[in-house]
């Protein structure tokens, strides 16, 4: 194949008639080169001769196939470690019995049922993730960053706040105010009148507020108790119901996703039927996430959290006799019957209640819709009706 290759090149290169001939006896002495091409060529064939086997044992049929099949080859070594390994493993003085074996196996798989049925305690942990110092027109303060976090269990949906001293002071006063006796022993770091916004005292303060949230959190007779509560939440509600009334339901929605999610931690939803104002709020916060998911055409998760706040609010025989509605349960049934059709959900339930309650003599079809409910209505806190109580008394 060189040979041909090598002739091509000389006919290329010169004309036939000034090409020597190779019957001179000079062709191979002018070309050194041809012969030495040639000489490869037989080399290189000799040495590439014999066939590739993939079948039987596995062993090349070539001139080279006996060394292959000694006692070198990667089989035979590989087999004999397995071997040896085996053997020494069975004779080994300090190797496992399987007695002791079958006592590990067992030890393990008790610890792994008893870790599965193990109840870890959930708690929450309130963290200072973030201190910065705001500056405005005519005052300088700390804003503290305070996550709320479920512990014991992995926590998707953190809530976050964010306070200054004087809310913490506010809310301590408060509550020494309202529950002296149970505030008894209950720390809070003092205001200083020099070194406020040195990063020393702002530490030491983010300290002290987890302490503090912690040891408040950690009394039953406090923990549940209005002030407590709307201390976390009410401020994030009263933006989202702000924001509403201009119309800025994306932003509306993030504050009350985290008023949502804080009164979830804080479990306001078990004081529903003990605290009359922590169940309008409750209610209130998931009227207005259905209000938010709906203007932004999220209409399945305005569904779900319309059923859901119809779970709790849909009235006993007797309150339905009595008419004694709360004031969202139109509104709200009317919303998830549109709500649900529209996602494909069963509604019968609810349009069967509708039908109960027009049977009853009320008028529902003169009624405000959700969104008109929500915005006039004022949220108000437990402080502001102890001071209404207050001035009812001290009228004659």
Known sequence: MASKLFDRLRRTLFKEGELPSETDGHGADDFPESSELEDDTDCVSARLGGTLCFEGEGVLDSEDAGDASGPDSDSDFFGES???????????????????????????????????????????????????????????????????????????????????????????????????????????????????????????????????????????????????????????????????????????????????????????????????????HWFFTLSALVTCFQELEQLSEAQEHCDRALQDLAPSQEALQQHQLHPLLIPLLQSNVRLSWKVSKDKRRWEALLQEIQEQGIDIGNQPNLKECLIKESIEDSEGLVRAKDKNEDVP
């Open 82 to 280: 397995i071997d040896n390994a085996c053997s020494s493993t069975e004779t080994s003085p300090i190797g496992p019995s399987p007695k002791t074996s079958n006592m590990i196996t067992r030890q393990l798989q008790e610890n792994w049922q008893s870790s599965r049925t193990r109840c870890i305690p959930e708690k929450l942990i309130f963290e200072v993730t973030d201190a910065s110092v705001v500056h405005e027109t005519n005052s300088k303060y700390v804003l503290y960053t305070i996550h709320v976090i479920h512990s014991g269990t992995f926590d998707k949906t953190p809530a976050v706040i964010t306070r200054r001293y004087t809310d913490f002071e506010r809310l301590h006063s408060r509550l020494r105010r309202r529950h002296g006796d149970e505030m008894n022993g209950v720390y809070f770091p003092r205001k200083k009148l020099r070194k406020n916004f040195a990063a020393e005292t702002i530490a030491k303060r983010s300290r002290a507020f987890e302490q503090y949230l912690t040891h408040l959190h950690s009394l039953l007779e406090l923990r549940s108790t209005p002030t407590f509560l709307e201390f976390f939440y009410l401020g994030d509600l009263r933006a989202g119901q702000m924001l509403m009334r201009v119309g800025r339901y994306q932003d509306a929605l993030g504050s009350l996703l985290n008023a949502l999610r804080l009164q979830e931690k804080l479990g306001c939803h078990q004081l529903l039927q003990l605290n009359q104002l922590q169940r309008v």
